[in-house]
């Protein structure tokens, strides 16, 4: 947590203003009565409909057993009751913790362990999987066919609530792309997201007209709050959402809902300029494609307008907190060729060296930041707080970038033990870990190549024990499902080595072997 004389400084600033996510549905609601908040297919849900929705469920879920503080872990697709279940459970003071789609047993059963959590609120089948699978102790509640578990929509019902949460109360817990061997978890409170949120919104120059496509995940911190979904319910836009960012779905949702913003990574942008150059789509009503999550190529951002015909915002953000954005009055120089500039004038900023000394301006060094939305520490995780974040509390993003003038940022590459696989975080060391199970492997070190679409894909480096079968990619990857892991984890390549190259001196660093690693692999 922020120490006082700070969080005094944020509220006497007017950044915390004592609001908490309840608050927020309330105000919109009373503001927005029976304009559109969410478009779902043929479902169109107004702001006093979510609001009672989210107020029964609340009910519903208190009376099964959910209390303030109790941690639940929420995975759902881009569907209207992800609405329902984080408004109820913010009603109650309870706090989200948010997987995404494409997370299995390792990551649920791990974010289920690790938070304690008393409950599991998920989908029947998406995509193809069948999520009641993932259920553990606690209760498990399902949006669509409960299977054997307690379907969600029974739950809507009148009942008592206790009060509601404090706005310096945690809110929820957020993923973070990691680097370590097990995922961290970020807790965010009422009082700095929402400042996060109310100035994007702002920033963005959203409004009631405004009508946002949900494209990416909708529990991703991006669509979330950059200025994402919740920037919307705050003004008393619509949002509205999209089970697939395929242009396929997407661009006819666009021009059927006069969709004004929408929020992509950089793989798909390039998808959907290369679908328009082909279907040269009806997007009039689309002002503003942001992109983010990763480094969008100079090249691929100066074909977005001259395709899509809106104007391209760059979203350098992270869910710990920092959120860049290019204005959207900036010069195109700027907006093609900087990740941005922060929020808030109170976002601290430095850059520096290995040796956590300034560097002058222009030149390329780690990114430290502080402020007003971003976290002094990971959810119970004392030892890595100590090396996340410096002793005065800034939080080292492992991130490699460079100042221009006027405080805008450009990213210039990683120093963080992570694999960016077009906007999906990998940490090799959680990989590593699970790669060592595999019976002929007796070293393993994922590593980042480059990839013309994805930016980065991941490579496995593996010595395999003495005397046994070398395995194949097949083989490996089939491991690693088999331990339910995230199939965006998976590594695309295997690279079977003798030995691993010996680094430094005495002590291997993990850190230096990737580098290595990743450079025989780029020059080979
Ligand atoms: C290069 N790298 C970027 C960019 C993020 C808005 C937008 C994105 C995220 C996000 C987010 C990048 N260029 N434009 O939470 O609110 C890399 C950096 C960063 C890490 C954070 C938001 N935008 N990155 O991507 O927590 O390495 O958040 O530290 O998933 O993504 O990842 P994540």
Same mark, same amino acid.
Do not use: E, G, Q
């Given at each position: 947590m922020w120490p006082e004389d700070f969080a005094a400084r944020y509220r006497e600033k007017g950044y915390w203003i004592g609001q908490t996510f309840d608050d927020l549905l309330r105000e919109s609601a009373a503001a927005?009565?029976?304009? +559109?908040a969410i478009v779902s297919g043929e479902q169109r849900i107004t702001y006093r409909e979510l609001r009672n929705r989210a107020s029964r469920l609340a009910a519903g879920l208190y009376a099964r057993g959910i209390r303030p503080g109790d941690r639940v872990v929420v995975q759902l697709p881009n569907v209207p009751e992800f609405f329902d279940v984080i408004f109820a459970l913010f009603r109650i003071g309870a706090l989200p913790v948010f997987a995404l789609p494409a997370h299995r047993s390792a990551e649920i059963g791990y974010f289920r362990s690790h938070t304690s959590a008393v409950a599991f609120i998920t989908m029947d089948v998406y995509d193809g999987f069948d999520h009641r699978s993932l259920a553990g102790d606690g209760l498990t509640i399902v949006a669509g066919d409960p299977g054997g578990f307690i379907a969600l929509d029974t739950l809507y019902s009148d009942g008592p609530l206790p009060t509601g949460p404090k706005?310096?109360? $945690?809110?929820f817990l957020q993923l973070s792309g990691g680097s370590t061997g097990l995922p961290k978890l970020i807790p965010r409170t009422h009082d700095d997201y929402l400042y996060s949120v109310r100035a994007s919104a702002q920033i963005c120059r959203l409004n009631q007209d405004s009508a946002y496509l949900? !494209? $990416?995940? +909708?529990?991703?911190n991006f669509t979330m709050s950059s200025p994402g979904v919740l920037g919307v319910l705050h003004t008393g836009g619509t949002v509205v959402l999209s089970t697939t960012p395929d242009p396929a779905t997407a661009f006819p949702l666009i021009s059927a809902e006069s969709v004004t913003i929408t929020a992509l990574v950089p793989p798909l942008a390039l998808v959907w300029l290369d679908a328009a150059d082909r279907t040269k789509p009806d997007l009039s009503s689309l002002e503003t494609l942001q992109v983010g999550g990763a480094k969008l190529l100079d090249s691929v951002a100066e074909r977005i307008r001259p395709a899509l015909g809106c104007r391209l915002q760059q979203v350098f953000g992270m869910a710990e907190g920092l959120v860049n954005y290019t204005r959207l009055d900036d010069p195109d120089d700027v907006v093609l060729h900087s990740q941005g500039r922060p #929020?808030?004038?109170?976002?601290e900023i430095r850059i520096v060296d290995d040796e956590d000394s300034d560097v002058p301006d222009g030149t390329v060094g780690h990114l430290l930041t502080r402020g007003p939305?971003? #976290?002094r520490g990971y959810w119970n995780a004392d030892d890595h707080n100590k090396v996340a974040f410096t002793e005065d509390g800034f939080y080292r993003t492992g991130d490699l970038v460079r100042r221009l003038p006027g405080g805008y940022l450009v990213v210039e590459g990683r120093a963080k033990d992570q694999i960016n696989r077009g906007g999906e975080k990998i940490a090799a060391e959680e990989v590593e870990d699970h790669l060592l199970t595999h019976p002929a492997v007796h070293d393993a070190a994922v590593v980042g190549i480059p990839d013309e679409y994805l930016g980065e894909r991941s490579c496995a480096f593996v010595v395999v024990k003495p005397g046994v079968r070398v395995p194949k990619l097949s083989e490996i990857r089939a491991h690693l499902r088999d331990r339910g892991l995230? !199939?965006?984890? #998976?590594?695309?390549r295997l690279r079977v080595v003798e030995r691993f190259p010996v680094t430094g001196v005495g002590k291997t660093s993990r850190r230096e072997l990737r580098t290595l690693l990743r450079e025989l692999i780029t020059t080979s």
């Open positions: 927005f009565a029976d304009r +559109v706005p310096s109360d $945690l809110a949900v !494209a $990416l995940p +909708v529990a991703h #929020i808030s004038p109170d976002d939305y971003t #976290i995230a !199939a965006y984890k #998976i590594p695309d």
